[in-house]
């Protein structure tokens, strides 16, 4: 599974000391982002009860297709979360951390009643417009009983 973003999926893949050390020889992970001058660029992708699902441009080309179809693990959470100022989203569910080689999409869920409303709970928190540089993010699992 060389090069492949599986890891991002099951950090014990890609990571060593219990998924979250260095990364294995042969593994790289997706380096998620926003990237300069702009916002996650989220797309519509349908409503499913309670959440809507989104796709967002979060990470560079180079990453083939992956199905985590992960949810967080019952007393958790799990977000992407800015690194300059910790102020991220609460995603419910990741389809995909990326779906093609040359595709910069992450296919995730949120809780929202709409599309709109989807969208502007991940661009109010993510973005980037008038930065000249990437906006490094880091994806996150958060337990509820810290």
């Not at 797309?43 to 967002?56: I, K, M, Q, V």
Request: aromatic residues 14%; charged residues 25%.
């Amino acid at each position: 599974s060389s090069n492949e973003a599986t890891c991002m999926a099951g950090p014990g893949e890609c990571y060593t000391e219990s998924g979250y050390g260095s990364v294995k020889a042969g593994y790289t992970p997706i380096e998620l982002k926003v990237f300069a001058n702009t916002h996650t660029q989220c797309r519509d992708r349908g409503h499913y009860g309670a959440e809507h699902e989104l796709r967002c441009k979060f990470h560079t080309t180079g990453f083939g297709r992956t199905k985590p179809y992960l949810r967080p693990p019952a007393g958790s959470t799990m977000g992407f979360y800015r690194e300059d100022n910790g102020k991220g989203f609460e995603a419910t569910f990741i389809r995909h951390w990326s779906w093609r080689i040359g595709g910069t999409w992450v296919y995730l869920r949120v809780k929202a009643p709409n599309y709109r409303a989807a969208r502007d709970i991940v661009n109010n928190s993510m973005n980037n417009v008038g930065n000249d540089q990437p906006l490094p993010v880091r994806f996150e699992m958060r337990s509820l009983f810290e």
